[in-house]
């Protein structure tokens, strides 16, 4: 608690101003923060107790700044497990943000598809997640300044945040699936019988964030709201061979269908 609001007063004493929404950019949608007019921005490497990411996509940067008119802050970029963070560290900027008067939570990612009517390209509105395969980062002591110590589950992605996201996606004409995200540590790729397991278990999608921060947001209160990239078909019987290049270039190309969702639904939750 005295690291994030050491790490909080840092931030304020820089930039006073809040902000009720954040948004999580994940590997290769940084692309959003072009559209922000900023009025602020530092490198995490100078915010103290602050992790650094280390993958390629991921360019490391806290934004404040104006989305659609809605003051906003952006991390461009997010600590994953399979870094070597701990599952505390992976979350501390989310508590960070909590600590900034933060009530709502947009996060974006890439992930590999396992619904077989998935395409590369598509996005998926995160309605649920599975996380078995990745480690709680509520384990140890609870802080309950930060929130309670068993935290319901049952809405992890706040249903008018979705319902909202569907009719921009449908304004707009962009084609969403709804599905749940399975979280696993990563960072290999799954073989094909782990990609066989998560259809099996009821995944549609599979990837190496965002469960542990969704956690640590509704620990805290926020509202969250997710979106995926489908960026490789884990599930394609032929030839699934998946390189983080394939991943970075889908990611980008679906890019600025994902930011049309995210600045208009900044708009509509504010
Ligand atoms: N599996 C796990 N994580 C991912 C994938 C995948 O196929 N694609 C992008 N992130």
Request: a negative charge; proline letters at 4%.
């Amino acid at each position: 608690m005295n690291q994030l609001h050491e790490t909080a007063n840092f931030i304020q004493s820089k930039i006073a101003a809040k902000a009720e929404t954040a948004i999580i950019l994940g590997s290769g949608l940084g692309n959003l923060s072009t559209k922000i007019q900023k009025e602020f921005e530092i490198p995490y490497t100078a915010i103290p107790n602050f992790p650094v990411s280390t993958v390629e996509g991921h360019k490391g940067r806290l934004i404040l700044g104006i989305l659609n008119g809605q003051k906003v802050w952006v991390l461009e970029g997010r600590f994953h497990f399979y870094e070597g963070y701990s599952p505390e560290q992976v979350v501390f900027p989310v508590r960070v943000l909590k600590l900034l008067g933060v009530k709502n939570l947009i996060l974006s990612n890439a992930a590999g598809g396992v619904n077989p009517d998935y395409q590369v390209g598509d996005l998926m509105i995160i309605k649920d997640h599975i996380s078995f395969f990745t480690i709680n980062p509520l384990l140890g002591k609870n802080e309950t300044e930060l929130g309670t110590r068993f935290p319901d589950m049952s809405e992890p992605y706040a249903q008018d945040f979705i319902d909202k996201a569907k009719a921009i996606a449908a304004a707009h004409q962009i084609k969403v699936h709804e599905g749940v995200y399975v979280g696993v540590t990563g960072p290999t790729f799954e073989t094909r019988s782990e990609y066989k397991l998560i259809k099996i278990v009821g995944g549609d999608v599979v990837g190496m964030s965002t469960v542990q921060e969704n956690i640590a947001a509704v620990h805290s209160g926020m509202r969250v709201f997710a979106i995926s990239v489908v960026t490789d078909l884990g599930i394609r019987e032929d030839n699934n061979v998946i390189t983080h290049q394939e991943v970075l270039e889908a990611a980008n190309a679906a890019e600025p269908k994902l930011t049309l969702i995210i600045s208009d639904l900044v708009k509509s939750i504010a």
